[in-house]
């Protein structure tokens, strides 16, 4: 019985283990450059949203994943808003191979963090008194996918030439 717990015990130990520890905002920022004359202007907005992420190691099977949103709106030349938001995570990821980890940093983790993220922003709009702001979802295993090309490229182009 005793041999039977251990390989029990060893499974588990190697089995792939993910879990969310905690989601928290960060940072946040809402900034209305030209309040309140930005109301008083025809609103055909023209905004920009760009995203980054990031994963650092906290622990041996501890990583803390932090998404950063910034969304700026434009009306004519003028900053009618621009709204920054870091959301963050405590993800326990074991069990999993490099290629595999980067993955779930990459892709995995911030798309557990962005509907997060998103609801700040559109609480944060909505309460300076802009039309609601509704970011559409983001396929991050595409954004990820294109990052590993691009890394992959630029490391080719780095290679000396014989």
């Known amino acids: 019985m005793s041999d ?5 015990a060893q499974n588990s130990e190697t089995q ?8 928290y905002l960060k940072d946040v920022s809402f900034e209305t450059p030209n309040s309140p004359a930005v109301f008083a202007t025809q609103w055909q907005p023209e905004v920009n949203v760009e995203l980054n992420s990031g994963g650092t190691r906290l ?8 998404l950063t ?10 900053t009618a808003y621009l709204v920054e938001v870091q959301q963050a995570g405590i993800f326990t990821i ?5 290629p595999t980890l980067a ?18 922003i559109t609480s944060l709009v909505s ?3 802009f039309p609601q702001l509704l970011l559409a979802p983001i396929n991050f295993d595409a954004l990820y996918a294109q990052h590993l090309a691009r890394q992959q490229s630029d490391a080719g182009k780095e290679a000396p030439v014989h």
Not at 69 to 78: E, F, H, P, Q, S
Request: aromatic share 10%.
């Open 16 to 23: 792939p283990q993910f879990a969310i520890q905690r989601v």
């Open 4 to 8: 039977n717990d251990n390989s029990t």
């Open 103 to 120: 993955g779930m940093l990459g892709s995995y983790c911030p798309n557990i963090l962005f509907p997060y993220a998103r609801e700040t």
């Open 69 to 78: 949103l910034t969304v700026t709106c434009k009306a004519g030349d003028k």
């Open 127 to 129: 309460k300076g008194s």
């Open 94 to 98: 074991a069990g999993f191979d490099e």
């Open 59 to 66: 622990a041996d099977d501890v990583f803390e994943v932090v």
